[in-house]
């Protein structure tokens, strides 16, 4: 029989039973539901709201429900709606007229806003470790990249020289971003809802920060109506989730690239590629094309999210129980790709010959030719104009700006002498960008440094 039976004359139909139930997805957060449970039992029976003796007994059969669940010996009943009703249904079952005790100065609608935030509290912190240690393989990856130099590109077009160790460690920069993001979340999300009751508290004396600092909170929500409306904190995170997926996938991308032929920067370890059903041939890079297309996924559950909580009026509206699938499958999502996705990396080869080659094409070495006129006393627009033309002959003539002769050179200016090779070559052309954020190894010596600070503060070693 249904909780709430006593107001209706009939039971509800069975498609109504189906559709509104949840508890084939909030199952999972049994943990969260009956840890906060025990928390308002123990507040109730310190507070004399229900006696000591009762509020021990519905917590010793939590504690044994919680574990009988964890032992696989409970089925949860369609019935019964969700997550809170089945286990306060199995309270009832076990010790009757005492576990109709536990809901008093509660609602579900508190209750749920406090099992989804103990829920993602864990989650983020899961994440942010998944998070840091991926952080940790990039570090790696670059600290042993300082002196393969590879091209980078703007519009996939070869723009400029710069080193491996560079590259990785833009991604260390924006991966960095994710965990400070992560970290800014759950310190917002730290806020403990119960006791806003439906929406307008309760009237009797709770103790609130009682519930708050057993279940790990540092504060409690200000405003009983806020409480249980709020859905930011989950909106959030699939944001933060969204932005580090994209990054997974612009890195995923650039594997994908530098796996083919075409560019073959890197090899990726065989235990994390894949074959061809017919090609015999084929080495795919499937993992980072899932993560790339996973991305889609998190993206999804985010604008889910928005689109059900957006114009709804306060406090709680069913509509809420949607939110659940969302953030659960966006979490398992990024839980999922983290890990594979920081092994890979951390087992694929990279090759400097290959990466030096394509450096080696597509005069990117260029601004570098004309930096070196205007060091010589020339605008930078008139040294612009010349080395474009001076590439327009190498196209011409296949040859490259290492392989034109000086008369060449003097050709088209007698400012170039021979020092010119000097400059335009690809170590000293690196090694030239000293500018805080460039490629050279003392510009890169130092983000690795702020990365690598940023992990240790995090107890996290590259
Ligand atoms: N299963 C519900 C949810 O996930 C719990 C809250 C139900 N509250 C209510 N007033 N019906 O949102």
Redesign the pocket.
Known sequence: MKAWSGRFEKTTDALTDSLNA?ISF?CRLYEEDITGSIAHAGMLGAQGIIEAEEADKIIACLKDILADIKAGKIEFKQEN????MNVEAILIERIGDTGKRLHTAR???D??ALDIRLYLKKEIKEIRGLTLNLLSIILKKAESGKDVIMPSYTHLQRAQPTSFAHYMMAYANMLRRDVTRLEDCLERMDEMPLGSG?LTSTTYPIDRWRVARELGFSRITENSIDGVSDRDFSIELLSDLSLLMMHLSRFSEEIILWCSWEFKFVELDDAFATGSSIMPQKKNPDIPELVRGKTGRVYGSLISLLTVMKALPLA?N?D??E??EPVFDAVDTVKACLPVFSAMLDTMTILPENMRAAAAKGFINATDCADYLVKKGLPFRDAYKLVGMLVNHCIKTGKTLETLSMDEYKEMSDVFDTDVYDYINLDNCVQARIAEGGPSKPSVEKQIASVKEFLNKRGETA
């Open positions: 949840s909030d709606e969700d997550i809170h609602s579900r609608n209750q749920v439906a709680y069913k809420m129980q939110d659940k």
